[in-house]
């Protein structure tokens, strides 16, 4: 599985917008791009995912570089609550319906009130 | 609509002996895997369980194994337990078909002693 690179950890003010990215250099044409994060004393929940087109839902927009290389999490304004670590991974095509996830060390992101 | 459910939630073993997690997943989801996290190798898989098949593997000795029943809960055992077992063990679920989500339980926090 492709690797991905994320800072340790980032600080954001409430009520501002997060960026977290995310490198993957060495993705595949068949790679989709996941996030995930933990919240303190709980399971991963899962965030967005995308393939090439920027992505957005309910609860973040994912911004994909053109060349797929580099990707971008954005929490457009932050709260306490999303206080975790965050988890870019990479799931090829093929594997994208199966439970097997390869997390990194993710980024922690505090919030400060 | 239910989550996921693992128990227990907490418990405490000592050296040598074995243990048995469950998790039940969402209804109608027929994937369930198993996750470690532990503070030093973070979020590791472990396996994963379809229609009572184990379909994907991680890389952990024999003595981590599992099973899915026909209603789809599963359970995971660990014997002749170490000390580096202690960790959080993670279930999550899907529904098989390319959705791309996984939905994690809160896990069982083992504590090896």
């Known amino acids: 599985d492709a690797k991905t690179t994320q800072p340790n950890s980032m600080e954001s003010n409430e009520e501002e917008p997060v960026h977290l990215p995310c490198n993957h250099s060495t993705i595949s044409g068949t790679d989709y791009i996941h996030w995930y994060r933990q919240l303190p004393s709980q399971g991963p929940e899962y965030v967005i995912h995308?393939?090439?087109s920027n992505v957005n839902n309910r609860m973040a927009s994912l911004a994909i570089a053109e060349d797929r290389k580099s990707s971008t999490l954005i929490l457009h304004r932050a709260t306490l609550r999303d206080a975790a670590v965050y988890y870019c991974?990479?799931?090829?095509?093929?594997?994208?319906?199966?439970?097997?996830?390869?997390f990194g060390q993710g980024t922690t992101l505090q919030v400060k009130p | 609509k239910a989550g996921v459910t693992q128990t227990p939630r907490y418990l405490i073993k000592t050296r040598g002996q074995q243990v048995t997690l469950s998790c039940s997943p969402i209804s109608g989801h027929r994937s369930v895997s198993w996750y470690q996290q532990t503070p030093g190798q973070g979020l590791q898989f472990l396996f994963e369980?379809?229609?009572?098949?184990?379909?994907n593997k991680g890389n952990f000795p024999g003595r981590f194994s599992g099973r899915q029943f026909s209603n789809s809960r599963s359970e995971m055992n660990v014997s002749t337990l170490e000390l580096g077992d202690s960790a959080l063990y993670l279930c999550?679920?899907?529904?098989?078909?390319?959705?791309?989500?996984?939905?994690f339980g809160e896990g069982s926090r083992l504590t090896v002693l």
């Open positions: 999550a679920c899907n529904p098989g078909q390319n959705t791309g989500e996984l939905f």
């Open positions: 991974i990479l799931r090829d095509v093929d594997s994208s319906n199966t439970g097997k996830l390869i």
């Open positions: 369980y379809f229609s009572e098949t184990q379909r």
């Open positions: 995308g393939l090439t």
